[in-house]
T-cell receptor
Framework: DQQVKQNSPSLSVQEGRISILNCDYT??????FLWYKKYPAEGPTFLIS?????DKNEDGRFTVFLNKSAKHLSLHIVPSQPGDSAVYFC???????????????FGQGTILTVHP | KAGVTQTPRYLIKTRGQQVTLSCSPI?????VSWYQQTPGQGLQFLFE???????NKGNFPGRFSGRQFSNSRSEMNVSTLELGDSALYLC??????????????FGDGTRLSIL
């Protein structure tokens, strides 16, 4: 049962344009959502997060949007740069009692390639 | 501020052996979580420790265990290694764990290969 899904395995974008990465979830108990970027041979790097009480959070070129009714979140990167090329994971955690402590549930990742 | 440090970076073991992986969290972080990453299953939660106590455990067999020390450093042990245990093992730390809505910060992992 995959509770967090990233349906696009890959995305290719031209430098300077917008990259939009999508993520869907099924568990309505999730209340905190995160995006991570991962380069080969490195651990995931935290990018941005959003609490379920908000619908948008911005940090520089990165904006995360949350649509709770659709159980959908997206990460917008504007403008995209070649250095953004990496695997992007969305993750979720929830207040589901003791089963939530320290647990992030991850999507399968989307490979973003930004072409110069 | 130093990041999460995992040692060793690479390990090669044979079936039936056991292995211990180490994780030093970011200074001041009291929660340490462990994850297994494989091509087929993605990133899967193993367990979480806070103040030397295991608060949460994922769906892994009892061969996978861990502990946390008073300085928040954590170790993970896998006994009776199987070929399927070959994976990247990631450690992440946060100030208090998911209840406080604090992000987890990851180390670069230990790549474990079982021959």
């Amino acid at each position: 049962d995959q509770q967090v899904k990233q349906n696009s395995p890959s995305l290719s974008v031209q430098e300077g344009r917008i990259s939009i990465l999508n993520c869907d979830y099924t568990n309505s108990m999730f209340d905190y959502f995160l995006w991570y970027k991962k380069y080969p041979a490195e651990g995931p790097t935290f990018l941005i997060s959003i609490s379920s009480i908000k619908d948008k959070n911005e940090d520089g070129r990165f904006t995360v949007f949350l649509n709770k009714s659709a159980k959908h979140l997206s990460l917008h990167i504007v403008p995209s740069q070649p250095g953004d090329s990496a695997v992007y994971f969305c993750a979720a955690s929830g207040m589901a009692g003791g089963t939530s402590y320290g647990k992030l549930t991850f999507g399968q990742g989307t490979i973003l390639t930004v072409h110069p | 501020k130093a990041g999460v440090t995992q040692t060793p970076r690479y390990l090669i073991k044979t079936r039936g052996q056991q292995v211990t992986l180490s994780c030093s969290p970011i200074s001041g972080h009291r929660s340490v979580s462990w994850y297994q990453q494989t091509p087929g299953q993605g990133l899967q939660f193993l367990f979480e420790y806070f103040s030397e106590t295991q608060r949460n455990k994922g769906n892994f067999p009892g061969r996978f265990s861990g502990r946390q020390f008073s300085n928040s450093r954590s170790e993970m042990n896998v006994s009776t290694l199987e070929l399927g245990d070959s994976a990247l093992y990631l450690c992440a730390s946060s100030e208090q764990g998911s209840f406080s809505n604090q992000p987890q910060h990851f180390g670069d992992g230990t790549r474990l290969s079982i021959l």
